[in-house]
């Protein structure tokens, strides 16, 4: 077993979970030796052409990377990941983090068609496609932006993509409804923290409502002009925000995510042209958060 690859209690947590063959052919063979090899160009970021040959042939660890990022696949595995750790009590739903980090994109994640992919094999779209391709230009040159909700733990939740120069305060709402962890026994699956915990550029009446509306305690500062701004109002500005200093400290675990997820050099710099083979990207990067110990 090389470095980086999953050990065998890794592997029992993780096969569960993954596609099994379906009708003749047997597509699927060699899960484990096909997913080391994408782990190992997800943590190195080497291009796909230079994978070693121990992960066999490297369009078949593209392809099924590819493939299964398009048809959701990677989406699925987390989720069941998710819902066991929930079964056994391992999430921490006291206090979810929101936060965003922006990645800087390599030039060779421009230039993708202007053509709407397909998923392979199949006529339908990818679930993740945007048009944009979440690739935003700023100063910095071509950026993409990683929206994360993460529990106590330190374990990413829901993930969303953006283009670099897009605010973070309108996109807590979206990263918010992606928060869904299936319940093993049935029934709804859980959506809904104890506690949010923000920095300021989450402060607006919008998600304040939002929260109000959903029970979900939070804990954002509020913006010196919007402090200003009730102030002026006087009894019309209504009353001020609660903040508890002790709860904000919590915040720091959001930031330790994304650092977890940046330690992986093909998510920290963006080399793929597709939003969606992206996001499968950053979502595999997760699952392996989340087969850790």
Not at 158 to 182: E, F, H, N, S
């Amino acid at each position: 077993m090389g470095r980086g690859d999953l050990c065998d209690a890794e592997w029992v947590r993780l096969e569960r979970h993954l596609p099994g063959n379906t009708g003749r052919g047997g597509r699927w063979k060699c899960h484990r030796k096909v997913i080391n090899g994408i782990l190992f160009r997800l943590r190195t970021g080497i291009p796909w052409r230079d994978l070693p040959t121990r992960f066999g042939k490297w369009q078949t660890a593209y392809g099924r990377h590819r493939r299964w990022s398009a048809d959701g696949t990677w989406e699925r595995v987390l989720q069941g990941l998710q819902a066991v750790a929930d079964a056994e009590g391992r999430i921490d739903w006291s206090m979810v983090g929101v936060d965003s980090t922006v990645l800087r994109a390599h030039q060779h994640a421009a230039g993708a068609r202007k053509r709407v992919p397909k998923v392979p094999g199949k006529r339908s779209r990818p679930a993740w496609h945007r048009l944009d391709e979440a690739l935003g230009r700023s100063r910095g040159g071509l950026t993409t932006k990683l929206h994360l909700a993460s529990e106590g733990g330190c374990r990413p939740l829901a993930l969303l993509l953006t283009p670099g120069q897009w605010g973070d305060g309108p996109q807590m709402i979206p990263v918010l409804d992606r928060i869904r962890v299936p319940r093993p026994g049935g029934g709804r699956p859980r959506t809904r923290p104890g506690c949010l915990s923000a920095d300021k550029a989450y402060s607006s009446r919008r998600n304040r409502r939002y929260l109000r509306r959903r029970q979900i305690r939070h804990v954002i500062p509020e913006r010196r002009d919007q402090r200003a701004h009730r102030r002026r109002r006087g009894s019309a500005g209504g009353r001020p925000t609660g903040f508890n200093r002790d709860q904000y400290a919590r915040r720091n675990e959001v930031e330790r995510t994304m650092n977890a997820l940046k330690g992986f050099r093909a998510v920290a710099t963006r080399f793929d042209k597709r939003a969606y083979v992206f996001q499968g990207t950053v979502t595999l990067a997760a699952i392996r958060l989340w087969l850790r110990p």
